[in-house]
């Protein structure tokens, strides 16, 4: 529930000679699939949001760090990914701007602790999962010790319709302390079960009824 906008900005003013991107797609929640299906059903629209994000951070380099066990996922961003530097429109020099991104995949074992960002980061440098204390934060000293964003796959796929209609359209979603969407899936003893996304402020009642 961390503001994104206030973790980019502290990544984006902390002097560094490297800045590093992090998506978390470590979805290891019992029951949970929401993350998978965004990235098998629209790989594109969640490298779009990582490459919106890098680039406002000031980062050339960034992470998706998966669950081993989601191999159609990752064979699916491989291929999205092929095709957007084929297309140009990721490595160096995109769009004959001068930025350059490489966005590239890290299996992670399906550690329930590796979804917090620390475990994650400490996992992702070839350590053991662990969380460890803040501060310092991740986005000031995150990943080999440089300034580093951690977002999840939800809020990085939000990031092309946010740039595309504009921030009053997301803030016309959902609660004013809390706009948008929030997906769940749904399963056990209910009416219907799969996927359901629903405005924030939505009662669990009327998500299971």
């Given at each position: 529930g961390f503001s994104t906008g206030e973790k980019w900005k502290a990544a984006f003013l902390t002097p560094s000679d490297q800045k590093y991107m992090v998506c978390n797609a470590e979805e290891s929640d019992p029951g949970a699939f929401m993350d998978?299906?965004?990235?098998?059903?629209?790989?594109?629209?969640?490298?779009?949001?990582?490459?919106?994000?890098?680039?406002?951070?000031?980062?050339?380099?960034?992470?998706?760090?998966?669950?081993?066990?989601?191999?159609?996922?990752?064979?699916?961003?491989?291929?999205?990914?092929?095709?957007?530097?084929?297309?140009?429109?990721?490595?160096?020099?995109?769009?004959?701007?001068?930025?350059?991104?490489?966005?590239?995949?890290?299996?992670?074992?399906?550690?329930?602790?590796?979804?917090?960002?620390?475990?994650?980061?400490?996992?992702?440098?070839?350590?053991r999962g662990m969380p460890s204390s803040k501060p310092p934060y991740p986005s000031t000293s995150g990943y080999l010790g440089r300034?580093?964003?951690?977002?999840?796959?939800e809020t990085l796929s939000n990031l092309p319709k946010i740039i595309n209609y504009g921030p009053s359209w997301f803030k016309g979603i959902g609660t004013a302390d809390c706009p948008g969407t929030k997906i769940f899936s749904i399963s056990g003893r209910v009416a219907l079960s799969g996927l359901v996304e629903v405005p924030m402020g939505t009662t669990f009642d009327t998500i299971v009824n």
């Open positions: 998978r299906t965004l990235m098998e059903g629209n790989p594109f629209q969640l490298l779009e949001g990582i490459s919106i994000a890098s680039y406002a951070i000031g980062s050339n380099r960034a992470y998706i760090y998966i669950r081993s066990e989601y191999k159609d996922s990752i064979k699916r961003i491989n291929n999205a990914i092929k095709v957007l530097r084929d297309l140009g429109l990721l490595g160096d020099n995109i769009l004959d701007s001068g930025y350059n991104l490489q966005i590239s995949l890290r299996k992670g074992p399906g550690a329930f602790v590796c979804g917090e960002e620390t475990a994650l980061i400490a996992s992702l440098e070839g350590r300034p580093t964003v951690v977002n999840n796959v």
